[in-house]
């Protein structure tokens, strides 16, 4: 094998390490807060669990996802919940688990626009990730934007323009 194919396979191996993690922890936020966000029971089903269960649980499933595979995690971390919260709801559909009484499956497209929102905060979780590991939030990372600019005078001017009097910048090096 040569190193490319070597460097897709390191590359699949950790997103399925990391999407993994971030459904782990998605599962168990699910369980803890004891909410099924594919079901439905009327307007006393939206309690404080069930807001944690759709937007707290998927921002931190989001986060380690960013934190193991790195920068691009944020677009991996979309897929956890999708994932768990879709194999639930085939589950339910396919009438493997059963329905409590006085309890509904949610019709298709309203069970969309809550996963889009868990999937939301789930992207939210992998960037506030991507900005951990980066050290600051942008194109270039703090360290190497530091470097770019040196002081001369009051204002700041890049190391590479040259100065009236024929130096590089006024800086000494």
Do not use: C
Not at 21 to 45: A, C, E, K, M, P
Not at 57 to 64: E, I, N
Request: proline share 5%.
């Amino acid at each position: 094998m040569n190193g490319k194919i070597k460097s897709r396979l390191l590359d699949v191996l950790m997103a399925t390490i990391a999407i993994t993690v971030g459904v782990v922890i998605n599962v168990i936020g699910d369980r803890w807060t004891g909410v099924q966000l594919h079901l439905f029971s009327g307007i006393d089903y939206f309690t404080y669990d069930w807001a944690i269960s759709l937007f707290l649980v998927p921002f931190v499933a989001g986060l380690p996802v960013a934190l193991i595979y790195g920068f691009g995690g944020k677009l991996l971390a979309f897929f956890v919940p999708l994932i768990v919260q879709g194999y639930k709801y085939l589950d339910v559909f396919y009438g493997y688990t059963a329905i409590p009484e006085g309890v509904r499956l949610l019709p298709l497209v309203y069970w969309f626009l809550v996963v889009l929102i868990a999937m939301e905060l789930a992207g939210v979780g992998g960037l506030v990730g991507e900005i951990v590991i980066k050290k600051t939030y942008g194109r270039t990372p703090k360290h190497v934007r530091d470097g770019l600019y040196k002081k001369a005078g009051d204002e700041l001017v890049p190391e590479s323009l040259p100065v009236a009097d024929g130096t590089s910048s006024g800086v000494d090096k």
